[in-house]
């Protein structure tokens, strides 16, 4: 099990930025990946970036050019540096894990953190 703990959302205004990171209990650089989702009322979750053990990215195409993630071995933080953010990006932010043990790929998930955009 790995324990995740989300920081840094809050208001920002459009067009603004925010950083989120994700900390882990444990070392990050074994983890199959990590990655943030978000989540409006009435709606699945759905994956906003996710990065590798590789370090290969993968982003949505809502924010694609907007938002960047990025993981940091040496603190066991995941990051997501969300630029040119829009009202549409307004939703909880959870940060998600995968690790392997033996053969079964295993998740968690964070708390997960508010993001408003609004002016």
């Known amino acids: 099990q790995v324990q995740l703990v989300e920081s840094g959302g809050g208001l920002v205004q459009p067009g603004g930025s925010l950083r989120l990171s994700c900390a882990a209990s444990?070392?990050?650089?074994?983890?199959?990946?990590m990655g943030w989702h978000r989540q409006t009322p009435g709606k699945q979750r759905e994956l906003v970036a996710s990065?590798?053990?590789?370090?290969?990215?993968n982003y949505s195409d809502s924010v694609k050019g907007r938002f960047t993630i990025s993981r940091d071995n040496t603190k066991n933080t995941v990051n997501l540096q969300m630029n040119n953010v829009e009202p549409r990006d307004t939703a909880v932010y959870y940060c998600k894990s995968v690790h392997r043990l033996l053969t079964r790929l295993y998740e968690s998930w964070g708390q997960g953190t508010q993001v408003t955009v609004s002016a």
């Open positions: 444990r070392s990050i650089f074994s983890l199959v990946s």
């Open positions: 990065i590798t053990s590789g370090g290969n990215a």
